[in-house]
Structures are given as C-alpha cells and as structure tokens.
C-alpha cells in the first residue's frame, strides 16, 4: 500500500473508524505498535482535538463524511497523545483512497510532527500579548516622519505575525514560500524602520497600521 512508500507517519480508517493500516512511522510518532492498532476504532486510539473545541475524533467523523461525499478535505493541526500519555501537534492530510483487494473505501491520513512548531508560536503570541500591552500604554506625543505605504501583502503578512502565527504557518496559508515571506518581511522592517518582526509589529501598532 502506499503506506509504505512514505515517510509521514500513516494510517489508514474504513468508513466506520477502524484502522486498517499503521505504517512504521505512525508506530514511531504515536508510539502504537502495528499489532495494537490494526482494527481498533480511531477515536479510541488517537483522538484527536483541536485544543480550544471538543474532540475532532468522534464515532460520527467529519473527515470520514467528506470522503464518503466526494468532497476535498484540506489539511489541518490538531492536538494527539502518545501511548505514553505524550500531548502532540500533528498536521494532518487526508487522502481517499479505493482498496480494490477489500473493495472498501480507505480514509488515508498522513501525520507530521509540529510540535515545536506550536510551542514557537505560543511563545510568539505571548510576546505579542505583551506588545499589545506596551502599546496601550501612555506615551508622550510623538510626531512620527511618514512612511512608504505597505502592500496589501504585507499587510496580511504582518496580521499573521501580530496574531502569533510562525513563519512557517504564514507561508504555508498565504501559499508562499519561506524565502519570498522573509523577502516581505525584509521590505516591511525597511519601510518602517524596524530590525525585526517584533518590532515591526510594533511600530505598525502604534502607527494604527495594523
């Protein structure tokens, strides 16, 4: 199976929930052996929750029912523990796939460790917590020279990065690579003065640009 041949962490569901297959790189990242993991229902094993809602795992799949309707499910983040009790960010890609051999449709779901990710983005709201709160507080007038406007790029850039999203997540949802982010980013520290994307931040906050 293409499982196999892929070095996400995979597992396969039936359209009831089951697990039908569990390539060796699920093994590693949820720490369930193949053995343990082979027809047991989904939400039991792995259940996952998107940390602020109720379980994304439930008897009555979303995923599962997109699938079974044709419909393209995009990729997304969620939370999951490991056999040890281990909490974990995974992106998550789902792929239908029709096993001829059992003549059953296959919810494929592809895994890749963020974890670090997330924490980075934590630490990054939490700062930007912070810089809210440096802004709000009085300062003495200050007449600032004028600046070249931003693009409407950069705009939406630097309202990720005030809303804490990492790099990583910004240029993946605006559809960009890291290198062109950094090159809008560049651009952004250039027009406004700053050094960095804390600082730009910032300075777009109390220029009331963002």
Known sequence: MLL???????????????????????????????AQAMN?????????HTGTHADTCCKQCGVIGQC????????????????????????VSILAYQDEVNNELLVV?????????????????QLIDLVRQIVQLPQAEQRRPPIVPLTDQEH????DISDGKH??????????TLGTLR??????????????????????????VI
């Open 4 to 34: 196999s041949r892929t070095a996400d962490a995979g597992f396969a569901v039936n359209r009831e929930g089951m697990i039908r297959a569990w390539n060796r790189s699920a093994e590693q990242l949820f720490g369930y052996s193949a």
């Open 40 to 48: 047991m229902p989904c939400v039991d094993l792995i259940s996952f």
């Open 68 to 91: 079974l309707a044709g419909t393209t499910v995009p990729n997304y983040d969620v939370r999951a523990k490991t056999a040890a009790g281990t909490p974990i960010w995974i992106n």
């Open 109 to 125: 779901h592809f895994a890749r460790d963020i974890t670090r990710q997330k924490d980075a983005e934590n630490l990054n709201q």
């Open 156 to 159: 939406r850039i630097l309202r």
């Open 167 to 176: 790099p990583r997540t910004v240029a993946r949802e605006r559809q960009i």
């Open 183 to 208: 090159n809008h980013l560049h651009r952004v520290n250039q027009k406004l003065g700053t050094c960095n994307r804390l600082e730009a931040v910032i300075e777009a906050k109390r220029r009331g």
